[in-house]
């Protein structure tokens, strides 16, 4: 008789432990359903609280975060990692004048299938990633920022096949980079540039920007050329820019100011606002082949020699409808 009891009592604990489990489960998905869910779950601190998901998630490595929407500001992630959701429907939403995201960590760390969109984020980032030399970004989103949209620092690895629109100042912007690829990205209505590629010094980068769409580029913040641009490279030596399709850009396509060793090759270029393509200033090497240039103000400008600047070939390339030449 006892030994049945303490059965019973068993079977009563796992049952009450199931009840439990589901009643976690639910307020989960009430905290990161639609908005107003999230609104009504915010006295579950722990569930709510984007930063808390992500340091339970830092053992195990993987977070996953199902459709709904999430506010976030300065979440940070020190460790690896790996961020996913569902395409379109999972939202990081900003609250604050601080970045959504920070990542600061030289392990691997991935997002995927995530939207961030901004707040009332003035000369900020959505989303900024420091020191992370195997980094995948695939399958996001980055959405009405002030200021820039993806922000990398010494970083090596993958963006590619993400949105960027409606964003202040630029889409991604890449500095000392260790070995990185940006392809087969959409940007659209950037406010100064779309993709920029610098080095703190003149040196070898090697970042591969390729086969990117870049629309409607303008220059809200001015200057003779420093914005307005679907591609700048500043100092970055070796960089590849190749099989893009560049349109509606103020000022030029493919910008590279004392960029050494870049080849500049196989992109299409339409209505650019001034020089399709540069080459100016203090690089040592530059090739710019097979592009395909219409409706521009000048085709290509390799100049500004007076800080330096050689050995660049231009072949074969097209150039047409050019208002001041080719």
Excluded at 58 to 68: A, Q, S, T
Excluded at 99 to 105: D, G, K
Excluded at 285 to 308: C, H, Q
């Amino acid at each position: 008789m006892q030994v049945a009891l303490s059965l019973h009592e068993t079977a009563m604990e796992r049952f009450r432990m199931i009840l439990s489990r589901r009643s976690l489960l639910s307020g989960l998905a009430l905290a990161i359903g639609p908005a107003a869910s999230v609104s009504a779950a915010t006295k579950n601190s722990k569930i709510n609280n984007l930063q808390a998901l992500v340091d339970a998630a830092i053992e195990g490595g993987v977070l996953h975060l199902p459709p709904g929407n999430y506010k976030a500001s300065n979440v940070s992630v020190a460790a690896p990692l790996r961020i996913e959701g569902v395409a379109g429907r999972t939202r990081l939403i900003g609250s604050g004048g601080q970045p959504l995201l920070r990542v600061r960590t030289d392990g691997d760390v991935a997002l995927a299938g995530l939207t961030f969109v901004g707040g009332q984020l003035a000369e900020k980032q959505l989303v900024s990633i420091v020191g992370t030399e195997r980094l995948i970004v695939e399958g996001c989103q980055f959405q009405r920022s002030a200021g820039s949209g993806l922000w990398l620092e010494g970083c090596a690895g993958f963006v590619r096949n993400n949105r960027f629109s409606t964003i202040g100042k630029t889409a991604i912007f890449s500095r000392d980079a260790k070995g990185l690829e940006i392809s087969g990205n959409t940007i659209e209505d950037i406010g100064n540039n779309g993709i920029q590629v610098w080095t703190s010094e003149p040196r070898e980068d090697g970042t591969i920007v390729a086969r990117n769409r870049i629309s409607r580029i303008g220059a809200n913040d001015g200057g003779s050329g420093q914005n307005g641009n679907g591609i700048n490279v500043y100092r970055a030596g070796n960089v590849i820019v190749s099989e893009n399709r560049v349109t509606d850009c103020k000022y030029s396509a493919v910008r590279s100011n004392a960029g050494s060793n870049c080849l500049i090759i196989n992109n299409s270029i339409s209505r650019m606002g001034e020089v399709a393509i540069y080459c100016e200033f203090g690089y040592e090497g530059a090739v710019v082949s097979g592009n395909l240039i219409e409706d521009v103000g000048l085709g290509i400008s390799i100049t500004n020699f007076n800080e330096g600047g050689r050995l660049a070939t231009v072949a074969n390339n097209i150039v047409r409808r050019a208002r001041g030449g080719g």
